[in-house]
């Protein structure tokens, strides 16, 4: 668990310079697509990545994961409001993404030559549901009436849901044939804008 400083709610063993940034895209390729809490990003950086319609759905899942990442480490009554706002609004993006057509770069980047048998296991019926599940849960903790004990376990429920939706979403579900894009049912499927 990485140690904060109480005044300024970074971890005073990170010493280096952190770059400006200012989307999703720009913070997940600095840190290689995958959330590491020592990269020295402070919750101030994180905060300030804008969540737009621009967004695909795997950026969105991943920002949620960086978001509940910084949540479950954070001590801070405020830091903890601001990153479930930041966590709340992203979320509703995503739902909002997933009501979409895929766009055509995450059709590339989720298509492989073949696909198994079976859809990786997703609680609840699908990610949309997932990301629902996730929205209640932000919802709830945003209200602050729970007993510290009950928003660790939540804020802990909300961390493994939504790394697990990330992994759903990241999951290749498409393959590639002469016709197109097909699905897992073997139906073609049109990329959106």
Not at 87 to 104: D, G, I
């Amino acid at each position: 668990m990485a140690v904060e400083d109480v005044n300024t709610g970074q971890n005073p063993a990170i010493t280096h310079a952190v770059p400006e940034l200012r989307s999703a895209s720009k913070y997940l390729a600095s840190i290689g697509g995958k959330y590491d809490p020592g990269s020295g990003f402070s919750k101030e950086v994180i905060l300030e990545i804008a969540v737009t319609k621009e967004m695909d759905f795997i950026e969105l899942a991943a920002l949620s994961e960086v978001l509940v990442c910084e949540l479950i480490e954070c001590s801070s009554p405020v830091a903890r409001l601001a990153l479930l706002g930041k966590l709340s609004a992203t979320l509703e993006q995503l739902h909002a993404a997933l009501l979409a057509p895929v766009p055509a770069h995450c059709m590339e980047q989720l298509s492989a030559p073949s696909l198994p048998k079976e859809e990786p296991f997703c609680i609840g019926s699908d990610a949309l549901m997932l990301t629902n599940y996730c929205q209640h849960l932000v919802r709830i903790l945003l209200t602050g009436i729970l007993a510290p004990v009950d928003q660790q376990g939540l804020t802990g429920l909300t961390f493994d849901l939504l790394h697990h939706l990330g992994d759903v979403l990241r999951t290749p579900s498409f393959t590639l044939s002469a016709a197109g894009y097909r699905d897992r049912g073997g139906g073609i499927v049109e990329p959106g804008l």
